[in-house]
């Protein structure tokens, strides 16, 4: 285990799939992203928890912080989906937003990527299975997020407008045409129906995909600005400066990555939500 320059330097690029941590006796199904997973709720409970102990009419510190998230999230959400969805799906949507949020910002953390073990070189120190890895940099992780709300989506759905409901409005022909623009209509609607079956079908890999390439693709541009004093082959007192200062703007441009990978992940759900349970009589 190593948090030095050396070692920060010579983290290794992140890989497609999250390496497991067999090596401090856990087995291989623990990888580095489940554990980094594990830690994020731990964290974002523990704030919960910490910020509603003691609730006061006139909220401060942490309560006021948390309160103001949570006030902030409920009044994006309802404008979405409705009054009606909001006290349902509130509790999932929120969580998705300020999981992943957590997860992207903790990977900008120093010592993730670059506390682990690996091999000491000639350069220095170079880490080949870091033990933190941001855990939406994991398919395995955004896929099983994905997974999840399509499950709860398709019960929300199916408990609001019921299976025939479902299917009515995905196959039904629309706008009360007769006749033969009846029939016309019915089988355009029935095309039109199967495509959205397909759509429906490709949304948790859309979902799953754009958070993971976002996440991963940002992790491989901070590793390969930190270490492009070498890849110029500069000295070594240049290389630690250039690993300082060359990153700094991406830093501040994955902050802002993170929140709205976050926003899109949450707002998306929200979306599919409300087209597949608004009813044709609200306003």
């Not at 942490?62 to 979405?80: K, P, R």
């Not at 070189?121 to 933190?132: C, D, I, K, M, Y």
Request: some cysteine; proline content about 4%; overall charge negative.
């Amino acid at each position: 285990m190593l948090f030095s320059m050396s070692g920060f330097l010579l983290a290794s690029e992140l890989s497609l799939t999250a390496p497991s941590l067999d090596k401090v006796g856990f087995g291989s199904w623990l990888t580095n992203s489940v554990f980094v997973a594990v830690l994020m709720v731990i964290i974002v409970v523990a704030f919960a928890r910490s910020a509603t102990r003691h609730m006061a009419m006139v909220p401060m510190g942490s309560q006021n912080l948390f309160e103001a998230l949570v006030e902030q999230l409920y009044d994006l959400i309802e404008t979405i989906v409705g009054k009606r969805m909001t006290p349902r799906c509130f509790s999932l949507l929120a969580t998705i937003f300020i999981f992943i949020l957590a997860s992207n910002w903790f990977g900008l953390l120093p010592g993730v990527g670059t506390i682990g073990w690996g091999t000491e070189t000639s350069a220095g120190f170079h880490v080949e299975t870091p033990l933190l890895r941001p855990c939406t940099a994991d398919v395995n992780m955004t896929l099983a997020m994905a997974l999840f709300f399509m499950v709860m989506w398709m019960f929300w759905t199916w408990q609001e407008v019921g299976l025939w409901g479902f299917l009515k409005h995905t196959f039904g022909p629309q706008g009360g045409a007769k006749g033969f623009a009846l029939v016309f209509m019915a089988v355009i609607f029935f095309l039109v129906g199967i495509i959205e079956m397909i759509s429906i079908s490709f949304r948790p890999v859309s979902l799953s995909l754009r958070l993971f390439g976002n996440t991963l693709a940002g992790e491989t541009l901070l590793d390969t600005m930190i270490g492009l004093g070498q890849l110029l082959h500069m000295p070594e007192w240049m290389s630690g400066i250039v690993a300082v200062t060359v990153p700094l703007p991406f830093y501040f441009f994955e902050l802002l990555v993170g929140l709205i990978q976050a926003s899109v992940f949450m707002l998306l759900c929200a979306a599919y939500l409300r087209l597949s349970t608004s009813h044709g009589d609200e306003e």
